[in-house]
Nanobody, 124 residues
Framework: QVQLVESGGGLVQAGGSLRLSCAASGSTFSSYAMGWFRQAPGKQRELVAAVSSGGSTNYADSVKGRFAISRDNGRNTLYLQMNSLKPEDTAVYYC??????????????????WGQGTQVTVSS
């Protein structure tokens, strides 16, 4: 069992940056696959980025080159650095975790653990 708590969301102008954090409980954080999803009003939850326990990453095409996922296993924390933000990035961002690399990673229901989400709003 792992508990996830996101932070770092807020209101930012288009072109700006934010860094989201996800603090995880437990002593086995390094063994978990971790991911960031987002859900905009009226839309399905979608994968933003994921990182395996070994450090392999994948990204949604819409964020490649702008967002970077990283993990600090010593701090039990997952990050999402978001640059060049666009109004269409506005959503609630969720942290997700699983004991193994979910297949496929872009399906929310295959991820076992979820945080409560943090709102990101990008104004034009």
């Amino acid at each position: 069992q792992v508990q996830l708590v996101e932070s770092g969301g807020g209101l930012v102008q288009a072109g700006g940056s934010l860094r989201l954090s996800c603090a995880a409980s437990g002593s086995t954080f390094s063994s978990y696959a971790m991911g960031w999803f987002r859900q905009a009003p009226g839309k399905q939850r979608e994968l933003v980025a994921a990182v395996s326990s070994g450090g392999s990453t994948n990204y949604a095409d819409s964020v490649k080159g702008r967002f970077a996922i990283s993990r600090d296993n010593g701090r039990n924390t997952l990050y999402l650095q978001m640059n060049s933000l666009k109004p269409e990035d506005t959503a609630v961002y969720y942290c997700a975790a699983d004991h193994t690399w979910p297949r496929p990673t872009f399906i929310p229901t295959v991820w076992r653990y979820w945080g409560q989400g943090t709102q990101v709003t990008v104004s034009s």
